[in-house]
């Protein structure tokens, strides 16, 4: 008899073992897959940024090269024009003297004009530089920003 009132309770017993256990694996797989979740979430959004950081990058590079590539135009236009003004000038010229004067004004005036533009044209090229990499340097900061996060935890 003893035997026929503890069955019951060893069968309640592992039942509520077994529920308890069920609800607890549940439980903790629904917070797994949550964390899984919230994780390619995190991930997805991180790489819709790295793109767009790399969009912004290619924008940025592209507008540059089309400024650099305009200034160069200009300046190789007004270069030309300036030699044949400086042609002409030196075809008129009455003696030797006047024409290696003007010559060398020219020479002068040239190189000055070449190196004032060389110097711009750097400054351009560093700014565009500048610009290109920011969208990238920013991604790179919240990708050590994200890894002493993730250290933290």
């Keep these: 008899m003893a035997t026929a009132k503890t069955a019951p309770r060893a069968v309640k017993s592992?039942?509520?073992?077994f529920e308890t256990m069920t609800s607890a694996s549940s439980e903790s797989v629904r917070e797994n897959i949550d964390r899984s979740i919230a994780a390619m979430s995190e991930a997805s959004s991180f790489g819709k940024q790295n793109m767009e950081a790399w969009?912004?990058?290619?924008?940025?590079?592209?507008?540059?090269f089309?400024?650099?590539?305009?200034?160069?135009?200009?300046?190789?236009?007004?270069?030309?024009?300036?030699?044949?003004a400086a042609a002409k000038s030196l075809m008129t010229s009455k003696s030797v003297q006047e024409f290696v004067e003007k010559q060398n004004d020219y020479a002068k005036g040239a190189?000055?004009?070449?190196?004032?533009?060389?110097t711009t044209?750097?400054?351009?090229?560093?700014?565009?530089?500048?610009d290109a990499i920011a969208p990238i340097?920013?991604?790179?900061?919240?990708?050590?920003?994200?890894?002493?996060?993730?250290?933290?935890?």
């Design 14 to 17: 592992a039942t509520e073992a």
């Design 55 to 64: 969009m912004a990058s290619a924008q940025a590079a592209q507008k540059g």
């Design 66 to 84: 089309e400024t650099l590539s305009a200034r160069t135009v200009a300046f190789q236009k007004a270069a030309m024009e300036n030699h044949v």
């Design 111 to 118: 190189f000055e004009a070449y190196v004032a533009e060389l």
């Design 121 to 130: 044209v750097s400054d351009l090229v560093a700014g565009v530089a500048k």
């Design 137 to 153: 340097n920013d991604r790179v900061n919240a990708v050590g920003q994200l890894i002493q996060t993730s250290a933290a935890r």
